[in-house]
């Protein structure tokens, strides 16, 4: 499934549970820019692209459709946490094999 940039800001913005107005509050804009690009009305600025990458955890390059990888942050995790996450994308990948 191919999302355009407007899918991928609602489809990330829902399911970090915010609104529009909490992301349009966290960008500094209007929530109706939000709506705009959710809408496919408009689109976000490149400046907005990088705020949107930081705030959902992605690559801008996801973002734009550039690449379909999905780079999750586990940064703030435990060393055992990120080794279970590890342990758990290794099991689905060897599962597709």
Do not use: Y
């Not at 820019?33 to 959902?56: D, Q």
């Amino acid at each position: 499934m191919i999302l355009n940039i407007a899918d991928k800001i609602r489809l990330l913005r829902e399911q970090r549970g915010l609104t529009q107005t909490d992301l349009a509050k966290m960008l500094g804009i209007s929530r109706s820019a939000v709506n705009s690009w959710e809408m496919s009305l408009s689109l976000p600025s490149l400046t907005n692209i990088v705020e949107l990458a930081k705030i959902f955890h992605v690559s801008t390059d996801f973002l734009l459709s550039v690449s379909d990888k999905f780079l999750l942050d586990i940064t703030d995790l435990s060393s055992d946490e990120k080794e279970i996450v590890t342990k758990m994308v290794a099991c689905f990948l060897k599962k597709r094999k």
